[in-house]
């Protein structure tokens, strides 16, 4: 038996770093997608095969007609420990070892603050639960995928497999979620061609908290209270366009916010200011930065900020929310 099943990537629009410390955030799915199969195997053994992960530590020696590959071991089970999480919950959960053969294909750009990681373990449970015979809501997915990031990176909101599994716009706080009213959001996501580790992003907020707290609380405070303007604002009467102006407004301070945390890099903070020169009402940082994405909101103005953002040295991407989260694709007997 085989089982095809994908996870989308997200945004996040507002509030990353500070929902790890229980404040709320807004995320939405996008249409990039994650796809994982599973197929069940006669013998033990499990075989992970990824195909768009880079491996670090990778030796190839020629030697005459012969060829050695040798990877450092260790470097190689680290980048796909949010699989292996994956793949051991779900087992866990069926309560049935069995072996397995996983394969990974992904349309997301790995550790860009498109939420990669949370959706290979969502699409990774989702595919592997199905095949032993589980039938898990989305929410369940969810709060494993939320496992799988704590075992790997040691902290974790819950946020991104919360929104890759469930799909939509949502409001999210500890733990819990709510849906938004849709909208179409005109939006373009810049891509700065470098990668973030999220783990070491959190790690370095979560430094600076302890070390200076009388300056981070406040902060994080801040973040907090702009989520909330922004829920009012989208959940308001307001018509469109004032909606857009005042997101972009609060999207500006969150910026600088994240800015203030440490997180941003000089590429994405020429990109930021380049979609605003284009005409963007509002742009920042998405997901945990270090480099990674940041989006920008440019209604009527989504090709000319995509243009300066090349020109910035990033690359655009038009995206548009996914209402669907975790989808299990194919089932083959
Ligand atoms: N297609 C994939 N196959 C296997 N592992 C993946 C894949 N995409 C992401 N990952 C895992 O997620 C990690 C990146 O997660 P993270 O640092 O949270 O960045 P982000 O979630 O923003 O992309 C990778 O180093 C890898 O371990
Ligand atoms: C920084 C954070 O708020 C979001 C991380 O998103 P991503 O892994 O960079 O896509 C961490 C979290 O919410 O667990
Ligand atoms: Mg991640």
Redesign the pocket.
């Known amino acids: 038996m085989r089982v095809l099943a994908s996870a989308p990537a997200k945004i ?1 629009l507002f509030g ?2 500070s ?2 410390y229980g404040k709320p955030a807004i995320a939405a799915a996008i249409n990039l997608r994650t796809y994982v199969e599973a197929e069940l195997r006669d013998d033990k053994k499990i075989r992970i095969e990824a195909h768009d992960i880079k491996v670090p530590g990778l030796t190839v020696s020629f030697s005459e007609n012969e060829i050695y590959f040798e990877s450092d071991y260790g470097k190689a089970a680290e980048v796909l420990s949010y699989v292996r999480q994956a793949i051991e919950l779900a087992m866990e959960e069926a309560g049935v070892r069995r072996g397995i053969n996983v394969s990974i294909t992904s349309q997301i750009p790995v550790g860009a ?3 990669s ?1 949370a959706a290979v373990a969502v699409a990774t449970i989702g595919a592997v639960s199905k095949l032993l015979g589980l039938e898990l809501t989305r929410e369940e997915v969810a709060k494993l995928g939320h496992k799988v ?1 704590l075992l790997v990176q040691g902290a ?2 819950g ?2 497999p919360t929104v890759s599994a469930i799909g939509g716009f949502l409001y999210y706080e500890k733990g819990n979620f709510e849906h938004l009213p849709f909208m179409e959001l005109p939006i373009v996501v810049g891509y700065t061609g470098s990668s973030g580790s ?1 783990k070491e ?2 790690a370095m907020v979560r430094r600076r908290y302890e070390s200076m707290p009388e300056l981070i609380v406040p902060i994080l405070n801040a973040m907090g209270k702009l989520v909330e303007k922004a829920r009012e604002v989208i959940t308001s009467e307001l018509d469109e366009e004032e909606k857009f102006a005042k997101l972009g407004e609060l999207m500006n301070i969150n910026h600088g916010l994240l800015d203030a945390l440490g997180v941003s890099t000089k590429k994405l903070s020429e990109l930021v200011y380049a979609a605003r020169t284009a005409g963007a009402l509002g742009a920042k940082i998405t ?2 930065g270090g480099g ?1 994405c940041m989006y920008a909101l440019a209604p009527g103005r989504q090709r000319e900020v995509a243009t300066a953002i090349t020109i910035a040295g990033g690359t655009p991407m038009i995206t548009e929310i996914s209402r669907e989260g975790l989808r299990i694709e194919e089932v083959m007997k």
């Open positions: 996040i990353e770093h929902v790890v603050g498109l939420g990681s990031e974790s909101s946020i991104d999220t992003l959190v997901g945990a990674g």
